[in-house]
T-cell receptor
Framework: DSGVTQTPKHLITATGQRVTLRCSPR?????VYWYQQSLDQGLQFLIQ???????AKGNILERFSAQQFPDLHSELNLSSLELGDSALYFC????????????????FGEGSRLTVL | GQNIDQPTEMTATEGAIVQINCTYQ??????LFWYQQHAGEAPTFLSY????GLEEKGRFSSFLSRSKGYSYLLLKELQMKDSASYLC??????????FGAGTTVTVRA
């Protein structure tokens, strides 16, 4: 158990719909990362938050948004869903300190598997 | 942008040694991770290299050459449970952490 909790574990929805994926980082970790992993593809970096602020952005679509709340949990919102959005969405957290550019070990949640029909 | 290249697949025999290479091109390089991922599961941390050289941790070792943009993960005394995808990941000074597509290692008896 990595200590990172993601909900829901599985989600099936229809095209055009909107879903919210939730992540609770390890206790004390200030950084949260979101990744998308499609079938037989690598982990695609979406976005990173540190202590409530967006820190780095990857190839995240405009239809997707995220935020990190004061209690450090994070949500990834996916809207106007398309078939190609079906994937495993991972959240990871790390104990990166504010002044350090060293990422530190990432601890991954079990992922949320999204299926868009 | 950045490129991270690693072989797609490798096969080895139980008890053998396998070396997985990773080359990268990126600006603002900060460090390099190796993660293991079994199918359908979350990636788990194996190693982190910031400085040039070899880091050894049990049966697994990781090497980094910053000047060459090159790393390898060495798996010794292979076991069946080592069959998995091995992901090379690069961190940058802008906090981005990007993964390669992964190398699927199959261990045969």
């Amino acid at each position: 158990d990595s200590g990172v909790t993601q909900t829901p574990k599985h989600l099936i929805t229809a095209t055009g719909q909107r879903v919210t994926l939730r992540c609770s980082p390890r206790s004390g970790d200030l950084s949260v990362y979101w990744y998308q992993q499609s079938l037989d593809q690598g982990l695609q970096f979406l976005i990173q938050y540190y202590n409530g602020e967006e820190r780095a952005k990857g190839n995240i679509l405009e239809r997707f948004s995220a935020q990190q709340f004061p209690d450090l949990h994070s949500e990834l919102n996916l809207s106007s869903l398309e078939l190609g959005d079906s994937a495993l969405y991972f959240c990871a957290s790390s104990a990166t300190t504010g002044g350090s550019r060293n990422t530190g070990e990432l601890f991954f949640g079990e992922g949320s598997r999204l299926t868009v029909l | 942008g950045q490129n991270i290249d690693q072989p797609t697949e490798m096969t080895a025999t139980e008890g053998a040694i396998v070396q997985i290479n990773c080359t990268y091109q990126t600006s603002g390089f900060n460090g390099l991770f190796w993660y293991q991922q079994h199918a359908g599961e979350a990636p788990t941390f194996l190693s982190y290299n910031v400085l040039d050289g070899l880091e050894e941790k049990g049966r697994f070792s990781s090497f980094l050459s910053r000047s060459k943009g090159y790393s390898y993960l060495l798996l010794k005394e292979l076991q069946m449970k080592d069959s998995a995808s091995y992901l090379c990941a690069v961190t940058r000074n802008d906090y981005k952490l990007s993964f390669g597509a992964g190398t699927t290692v199959t261990v045969r008896a």
